[in-house]
């Protein structure tokens, strides 16, 4: 039986973290209100990632100056690079070009769109997630917020543990 679509329309699912200190790969939990043994999905269809304008502002600042954000299902990892079976998404912020004359308008937020894989979106295990920020070569505290759209599917059991198994990349 093939998985049935539980939702008509999007939901909204919001997020912060906050690292712990600056430089520290930080984790904050999101609460989906899914048990890990429904066998539920999601569909996540958009991800609007934010940071504090003031907080680009007076941290980005040359080249160096990096923050990289995640989605994620564990917080057990110690970074956030791609080959990584656990990051589901990641982006990294910093400055195209640095000048003393000027710089790059900051648009937010960062939209990240996924109706156009197969399904209609990204299917990731709805429990746990975590969203994940680590600076690099800025002197404060960084703040993340995360606003995703996504719809709910019912799932197998066989396909449940195709989805779980998934989380491991072959590499």
Excluded at 84 to 94: C, H, Q, S
Excluded at 121 to 129: E, F
Aim: charged letters at 20%; hydrophobic letters at 45%.
């Amino acid at each position: 039986m093939p998985a049935k679509q539980m939702d008509k329309f999007s939901n909204l699912m919001y997020g912060t973290v906050t690292e712990s200190a600056a430089s520290t790969l930080t984790f904050a939990e999101i609460n989906t209100n899914v048990s890990v043994w429904e066998k539920r999905a999601f569909v996540l269809h958009r991800l609007e990632w934010n940071i504090a304008p003031a907080f680009l502002t007076t941290n980005i600042l040359d080249g160096g100056d990096i923050i990289d954000l995640a989605l994620t299902n564990s917080q057990q990892i110690t970074s956030l690079t791609p080959d990584n079976p656990a990051v589901i998404d990641r982006m990294t912020v910093g400055l195209k070009y640095a000048s003393a004359v000027g710089g790059e308008l900051v648009v937010q937020p960062w939209h990240r769109d996924f109706t156009g894989l197969p399904g209609g979106g990204l299917l990731i295990a709805p429990r746990p997630l975590f969203l994940a920020v680590k600076c690099t070569n800025i002197a404060n505290a960084c703040t993340v917020t995360l606003r995703a759209r996504f719809t709910v599917i019912e799932l197998t059991a066989d396909e449940y543990l195709e989805l779980v198994d998934f989380y491991r990349i072959v590499s």
